[in-house]
């Protein structure tokens, strides 16, 4: 699958966090814009400014949140790539799960478990999308069978199609 075009397994682990803090520090950043957008006093000047405050203050927080569960779900994950020694979905799945559940540990065992269940369920989903999009994308590469090849040819070379021409039309015999 894709999983053949990623990083090898303790390098993985900084790419993930790595990206995980970018998407969350950009995306915090532009959450946060428009909350403290809305939040501000009325004038242009005030909103501006309370938008870039608000920026400045959470943003950073939200792309460090995001950066522990992207280190924390490669961690885990190349964990069991080492251990049951093969790459496929299960592993992201249990990884998801795993995550949910590590995260959510100072809440206590309730907490624990319902998002231990929303992570693999999560990552359930994602991958099922994937693996879906995969057999669909990958129905125009299979190999043609001898008949498909030969109708394939017949629509192609005009000698192979065994009747004549069309007529020309009179639009196209003027020019002739």
């Known amino acids: 699958m894709e999983e053949y075009a990623r990083e090898p397994c303790p390098w993985r682990i900084v790419d993930d966090c790595g990206g995980a803090f970018t998407m969350g520090a950009i995306g915090g950043s532009i959450f946060q814009a428009i909350k403290g957008f809305r939040n501000s006093p009325a004038g242009m000047s005030y909103r501006m400014n309370g938008s870039l405050t608000a920026i400045k203050a959470r943003a950073p927080i939200i792309g460090g949140n ?10 885990i994950d190349c964990s069991l790539i080492k251990v049951r020694g ?3 979905p299960w592993n992201a799945i249990m990884s998801g799960a795993a995550t949910g559940g590590i995260l ?6 309730g907490a624990m478990v319902g998002s ?4 693999g369920v999560l990552l359930a989903l994602i991958e099922g999308v994937g693996i879906l999009f ?5 129905e125009q590469f299979r190999p043609l069978t001898l008949e498909e090849q030969l109708e394939m040819m017949k629509n192609q070379d005009p000698s192979l199609m065994g009747g004549q021409p069309p007529p020309l ?6 020019f002739q």
């Open 134 to 138: 995969t057999r669909f994308t990958s």
């Open 66 to 75: 995001f950066a522990v569960w992207g280190g924390l779900f490669s961690t």
């Open 116 to 119: 231990a269940l929303i992570g």
């Open 104 to 109: 959510a540990a100072r809440s206590g065992p």
């Open 169 to 174: 039309s009179s639009e196209h015999t003027q």
């Open 86 to 88: 093969k790459e496929d």
